[in-house]
């Protein structure tokens, strides 16, 4: 089984920074199919930034693109989330998560595709 742990929440002003983590334990796919969704109150879960295609290819949503990177160190299995220049509109329960490989493009933001998650990390920015 998998198991995702998420770590590096909290709260910060607009315009801050922070560096969330997700490190996998017992048998694990590659990093290169994970990523990170959040869900703010009221809304569905959103893909915010993954990999695909056995990290051939790197999505994220619009709302986060110049801001958010996703990296991943396979030494420590860990997958990272940095979030710079962050906005109130950003609050939300981050979560990781990881699927099975060929981890296709198409499904990159499909939470239904997921077959792993994280418990989640609460994620507040304050104008």
């Known amino acids: 089984q998998v198991q995702l742990v998420e770590s590096g929440g909290g709260s910060v002003q607009a315009g801050g920074s922070l560096r969330l983590s997700c490190t996998a334990s017992?048998?694990?796919?590659?990093?290169?199919?994970m990523g990170w969704f959040r869900q703010a109150p009221g809304k569905g879960r959103e893909g915010v930034a993954t990999f695909a295609t056995a990290g051939r290819s790197t999505y994220y949503a619009d709302s986060v693109k110049g801001r958010f990177t996703i990296s991943q160190d396979n030494t420590k299995n860990t997958v990272y989330l940095q979030m710079n220049s962050l906005k109130p509109e950003d609050t939300a329960m981050y979560y990781c998560a990881a699927r099975r490989p060929p981890c296709l493009s198409t499904t990159w933001s499909t939470p239904e595709s997921y077959n792993y998650w994280g418990q989640g990390t609460q994620v507040t920015v304050s104008s």
């Open positions: 017992g048998y694990t796919y590659s990093s290169n199919c």
